[in-house]
T-cell receptor, first 111, second 115 residues
Framework: DAGVIQSPRHEVTEMGQEVTLRCKPI?????LFWYRQTMMRGLELLIY????????DSGMPEDRFSAKMPNASFSTLKIQPSEPRDSAVYFC?????????FGQGTRLTVV | AQKITQTQPGMFVQEKEAVTLDCTYD???????LFWYKQPSSGEMIFLIY??????QNATEGRYSLNFQKARKSANLVISASQLGDSAMYFC????????????FGAGTILRVKS
């Protein structure tokens, strides 16, 4: 398995634009997590899924953020409209009860 | 309340020596798991080791071992024979079985290995 695959690796967008981050988890993993990492706030859990079902989205900062997992091999995190304070590294991770592997992350810059 | 506490913002260790990175956790669950990750300056998150709450033996993976003290609610990472490449940020994380296995992280500890 190629591991957790995120795209794009880097994204620069203008304030107000829609941004979509993509994640392909490791096959067979039941859990998928979306995190945001900033210097100020560290690693924040935004939302996670179990068997494609969202379990807890209490970390999603605002209604501008949404996430979907239409099937076991794909998830998206969307920000609409984007704002400069959304600039961060966004990680997707997949796992089961005893392991969780991260993708390479998407570095988002909103100008 | 913080679920995961890493009290050491930064640590130094001499090359080839062992180092312990502290992690304490807060849970009332009986079934939970503890994870450690390494994040080098390149930014990727590398999974190092896992300890389940029912595991009687401390987990080990190569030079990494987890010193699990359940009664004290601590899960310290021990790195033996430190190498320059061990310089990185280290994160402790926990999942709680009765809370849907949400995986939450501590603030991290920066480790610098000196030659």
């Amino acid at each position: 398995d190629a591991g957790v695959i995120q795209s794009p690796r880097h994204e620069v967008t203008e304030m107000g634009q829609e941004v979509t981050l993509r994640c392909k988890p490791i096959s067979g993993h039941d859990y998928l997590f979306w995190y945001r990492q900033t210097m100020m706030r560290g690693l924040e859990l935004l939302i996670y899924f179990n068997n494609n079902v969202p379990i807890d989205d209490s970390g999603m900062p605002e209604d501008r953020f949404s996430a979907k997992m239409p099937n076991a091999s794909f998830s998206t995190l969307k920000i609409q409209p984007s704002e400069p304070r959304d600039s961060a590294v966004y990680f997707c991770a997949s796992g089961d009860l005893t392991e969780a592997f991260f993708g390479q992350g998407t570095r988002l810059t909103v100008v | 309340a913080q679920k995961i506490t890493q009290t050491q913002p930064g640590m130094f260790v001499q090359e080839k020596e062992a180092v312990t990175l502290d992690c304490t956790y807060d849970t009332s669950d009986q079934s939970y798991g503890l994870f450690w990750y390494k994040q080098p300056s390149s930014g990727e998150m590398i999974f190092l080791i896992y300890q389940g709450s029912y595991d009687e033996q401390n987990a080990t993976e190569g030079r990494y071992s987890l010193n699990f003290q359940k009664a004290r609610k601590s899960a310290n990472l021990v790195i033996s024979a430190s190498q320059l490449g061990d310089s990185a940020m280290y994160f402790c994380a926990m999942r709680e079985g009765q809370r849907g296995n949400k995986l939450v992280f501590g603030a991290g500890t920066i480790l610098r290995v000196k030659s």
